[in-house]
C-alpha cells in the first residue's frame, strides 16, 4: 500500500493568513493526489485534483502543487469556514489511502 | 446535480453483518458516468477506503476488508450497498458513500460524498 503522511498534524492560524500544509506519499504518484476539507459532523469535500486542479466551485484561495512524492496545499488567505481538517488522497493505485489529516485551528 | 444519501442501521452486534444502503439521485448507477465507492472514518480517526464498483459489476476492494466485504449495485432503485461481514468493534465509524470520477491525465477522485452514517458495533 501506499502510504500518506501528512505535516504538520495541527497547525494554528488566523483568519487572513497565508498556511501551507505538505503530503508526502512513500512511492511515486506522479500527479494522482487529491486534496479534501472537512469540517465537523460533515463529510469530506474535494478542493484540489491531480495535484493542482482546482475543483469547480472551489475558491482561489486554494491551490495545490508537487509532482512524484512531495504535495502541497496553499490556503492564500484564511477565511474562518477554512478552519476543519484536510487530508490529501493518493489516486495512483488501490487500496486508495489518505494521510493522517491535517487540523487547521484558530489561533 | 448528483446527491448520494446512506442509510441502515445505526447500531450492529459483533459478528454480525453490517449493511448499508447508498441512494443516488441526480444521476442512474448505470450511467457509466462515476465508480460507486465506500468509505469509513472512526470516530476521531482519519479516512479507510473501503471499495469501488462500476456499474457493470466489477469491485475493488480494500485488500484489509475483502474477505468481509460485498459491493453491489442495484440498477433498479439507483441503489449502491455495502455488506460488511463479522463485525467487530474496530469497524465502529461513520460510512459514507462517494461517486468516484476517473478520466485521463491523473483525474480520479471521490465527488461528491453522501452526509455520511454512524454504525456503532456493540451487543
Known amino acids: 500500500d501506499i502510504q500518506m503522511t501528512q505535516s504538520p498534524s495541527s497547525l494554528s492560524a488566523s483568519v487572513g493568513d497565508r498556511v501551507t500544509i505538505t503530503c508526502r506519499a512513500s512511492?511515486?504518484?506522479?500527479?494522482?493526489l487529491n486534496w479534501y476539507r472537512q469540517k465537523p459532523g460533515k463529510a469530506p469535500k474535494l478542493l484540489i485534483y491531480?495535484?493542482?486542479s482546482l475543483q469547480s466551485g472551489v475558491p482561489s484561495r486554494f491551490s495545490g502543487s508537487g509532482s512524484g512524492t512531495d504535495f502541497t496545499l496553499t490556503i492564500s488567505s484564511l477565511q474562518p469556514e477554512d478552519f476543519a481538517t484536510y487530508y490529501c488522497?493518493?489516486?495512483?493505485?488501490?487500496?486508495?489511502?489518505f494521510g493522517q489529516g491535517t487540523k487547521l485551528e484558530i489561533k | 446535480q448528483l446527491q448520494l444519501h446512506e442509510s441502515g442501521p445505526g447500531l450492529v452486534k459483533p459478528s454480525e453483518t453490517l449493511s448499508l444502503t447508498c441512494t443516488v439521485s441526480?444521476?442512474?448507477?448505470?450511467?457509466?458516468?462515476?465508480?460507486w465507492a465506500w468509505i469509513r472514518q472512526p470516530p476521531e480517526k482519519g479516512l479507510e477506503w473501503i471499495g469501488n464498483?462500476?456499474?457493470?459489476?466489477?469491485?475493488y476492494y480494500n485488500p484489509s476488508l475483502k474477505s468481509r466485504v460485498t459491493i453491489s449495485v442495484d440498477t433498479s432503485n439507483n441503489h449502491v450497498s455495502l455488506k460488511l461481514s463479522s463485525v467487530t468493534a474496530a469497524d465502529t465509524a461513520v460510512y459514507y458513500c462517494?461517486?468516484?470520477?476517473?478520466?485521463?491525465?491523473?483525474?480520479?477522485?471521490?465527488?461528491?460524498w453522501g452526509q455520511g452514517t454512524l454504525v456503532t458495533v456493540s451487543s
Open positions: 462517494a461517486s468516484w470520477y476517473s478520466s485521463g491525465w491523473y483525474t480520479n477522485y471521490f465527488d461528491p
Open positions: 464498483i462500476y456499474y457493470s459489476g466489477s469491485t
Open positions: 441526480g444521476d442512474s448507477v448505470s450511467s457509466g458516468t462515476y465508480y
Open positions: 512511492q511515486t504518484i506522479s500527479n494522482y
Open positions: 488522497q493518493q489516486s495512483y493505485s488501490t487500496p486508495y489511502t
Open positions: 491531480a495535484a493542482s
